[in-house]
């Protein structure tokens, strides 16, 4: 059993999260609140209570994604978006059939509340920072060619924002969350990543290479893996983000889905006023209005079941591939980013992630 603390008049327990206030919130705090609550706890989640501290619901890193997917602001109130009737322990010891109802929906946290339900405490019920098998595949096989003249000598990842490599630091962001096996697609200058890298022992890392003897697009490379046995990771090898990949994870595996792609919201305004018509006729004038859309940010988690429809050494990009998906109703998900994410495609670009670099990863 878990030993139970007095610290300041504070109980506490071993093995639970200690900092149980920093992670509660009022059902009437916005999203943005919300959001900077579960990035600053690092446990995807917050825990909503009333004035009292009485556990009302929780709110997790996905439902505000789905809440951000469905057009709400960042100013909204989570009121509609918090779940009310979360897994729960009246007893700091938890009951196996409680760990093991939480562990059916992918659950990692769970509260524990007082006899007036009050939220006390709350506990991982999985074991923290081990080593997470699943793959993480990397497109780095691009010619770069929006970068010349950066990269007529070496790979666009290669390409040094801040003190190291773009994939240097990208290999580094996933370790972070424990994901250290990786597997590098590569085809232009490819001797001058696999030089540098080797088998990733000098990083901490597990690596191998696979040769694209032609382009093979995004999704096309694929196609030259021979097995994988969990859910895996692709990512294209020039982006910048300090998203968690972790909760994209958990996404993934919560929402059942075959294939999840990270999307960002992309703004653009019409610089003119824009006529409604009618026949011939004006019925409005509208402004310089505004349009959002949902672009794709480069990341994505694949089900391994996804090899088995990408056909053998042909060309294929990512969208491709979700639009199969979406035509056969197999429902692939989408994730949206708020974190910060950076795509390095034109010499603009580079130069804006070398300046903003620290904000990113300091």
Not at 99 to 107: F, L, S, T
Request: charged letters at 20%; hydrophobic letters at 40%.
């Amino acid at each position: 059993m878990s030993s139970r603390l007095s610290w300041g008049g504070v109980e506490r327990y071993e093995g639970y999260n200690m900092d149980i206030n920093s992670i509660k919130i009022s059902p009437t705090s916005t999203i943005k609140e919300a959001l900077k609550i579960i990035d600053n706890g690092a446990l995807q989640m917050a825990l909503v209570v009333d004035d009292n501290g009485v556990l009302l619901g929780t709110i997790s890193d996905g439902d505000i994604r789905r809440g951000l997917l469905n057009s709400m602001e960042l100013s909204y109130s989570i009121e509609p978006l918090y779940y009310r009737t979360p897994i729960i322990s009246n007893s700091p010891t938890i009951p196996a059939s409680i760990i093991a109802k939480a562990k059916a929906k992918n659950i990692r946290y769970i509260p524990i509340v007082d006899q007036n339900g009050v939220a006390i405490a709350i506990k991982n019920i999985y074991e923290p920072n081990t080593p997470k098998p699943n793959k993480v595949i990397l497109m780095a096989g691009g010619l770069g060619m929006r970068l010349r003249p950066l990269t007529s000598k070496i790979p666009k990842p290669m390409l040094h924002v801040g003190p190291k490599p773009i994939l240097q630091t990208i290999i580094e962001s996933f370790t972070a969350y424990g994901y250290i096996n990786f597997t590098i697609c590569v085809n232009y200058k490819s001797e001058i990543i696999c030089d540098y890298f080797g088998d990733g022992d000098k990083f901490g890392v597990n690596i191998s290479y696979i040769q694209e003897s032609k382009p093979l697009g995004t999704a096309g490379a694929l196609s030259l893996i021979d097995k994988i046995e969990d859910e895996f990771f692709v990512m294209n090898a020039d982006l910048l983000t300090n998203a968690d990949f972790s909760k994209l994870h958990h996404y993934h595996k919560i929402n059942k889905s075959i294939a999840t792609m990270c999307v960002r919201e992309y703004e653009m305004q019409v610089p003119y006023g824009v006529v409604n018509l009618d026949d011939n006729t004006i019925k409005s004038i509208t402004e310089k209005p505004r349009h959002k859309f949902h672009v794709s940010a480069g990341i994505y988690m694949l089900n391994p079941q996804i090899l088995d429809l990408i056909p053998k050494n042909e060309y294929l990009d990512m969208p491709d591939l979700f639009n199969t998906l979406a035509t056969n109703q197999q429902n692939p998900k989408a994730y949206p980013i708020s974190e910060k994410w950076l795509d390095i495609g034109r010499i603009e670009e580079y130069n804006m992630a070398n300046e903003i670099y620290n904000e990113f990863f300091l």
